[in-house]
């Protein structure tokens, strides 16, 4: 089985959520997609984070797509970090082939992550272009330091086939949603 994983608070979740998914389901050729909703991200404040149990539901919602399965799976399996989530996942499911998803906004931040050249080094990755990251990330300390095992976006299909470390940065048509700017006009009203 091909599944790629989403990570993240999903507070909330929204249309760009599902819209990597649906090009990574297409794209990569993959089988699932599961939403992995954080109970908490050790890197955002607490203070304007939804209830889990909320985020989840509302994951499920926006989500609506048989290949797309939101999990609580960090909760169950007691993990905090991803680089031990994967590494649990793949004990897990040791014959499930991973990659890992995300915005070029979280290339960009993986080097604040705990164990984050781990997350390489674990599972395949694809970096989905998001609006205005692209040329920053591209030229960051994650993409500098595993430039080396970047492939082409021609190849991107075969991530789930190679070795870690492998990536790759996929230019999608880019969707406006941001789970910060739609908690910013919930504030304001």
Same mark, same amino acid.
């Given at each position: 089985?091909?599944? #790629? ?10 249309? #760009? ?33 939804? #209830? ?50 995300? #915005? ?86």
């Amino acid at each position: 089985m091909k599944v #790629g994983l989403l990570g993240g608070s999903f507070n909330p979740a929204h249309e #760009g959520h599902r819209h990597i998914s649906l090009e990574a389901i297409k794209l990569l050729e993959l089988d699932e997609v599961w939403w992995i909703v954080s109970p908490q991200n050790p890197l955002k404040s607490s203070d304007d984070m939804g #209830g889990f149990d909320e985020r989840v539901s509302k994951a499920a919602e926006i989500a609506n797509h048989l290949k797309i399965k939101v999990t609580d799976i960090e909760k169950k399996i007691k993990t905090r970090y991803t680089a031990d989530t994967l590494q649990k996942l793949k004990k897990l499911y040791p014959e499930t082939k991973f990659v890992w998803l995300m #915005g070029a906004d979280n290339l960009l931040q993986i080097p604040n992550w705990k164990n984050w050249e781990n997350i390489f080094n674990t599972v395949s990755i694809a970096v989905f272009d998001r609006s205005p990251y692209c040329y920053k990330a591209l030229n960051g300390k994650a993409a500098r330091r595993f430039a080396h095992a970047r492939i082409k976006e021609s190849r991107a299909k075969e991530l789930l086939n190679k070795k870690p470390p492998v990536w790759s940065f996929i230019h999608i048509k880019r969707h406006s949603a941001s789970s910060t700017e739609i908690r910013a006009k919930r504030r304001e009203l």
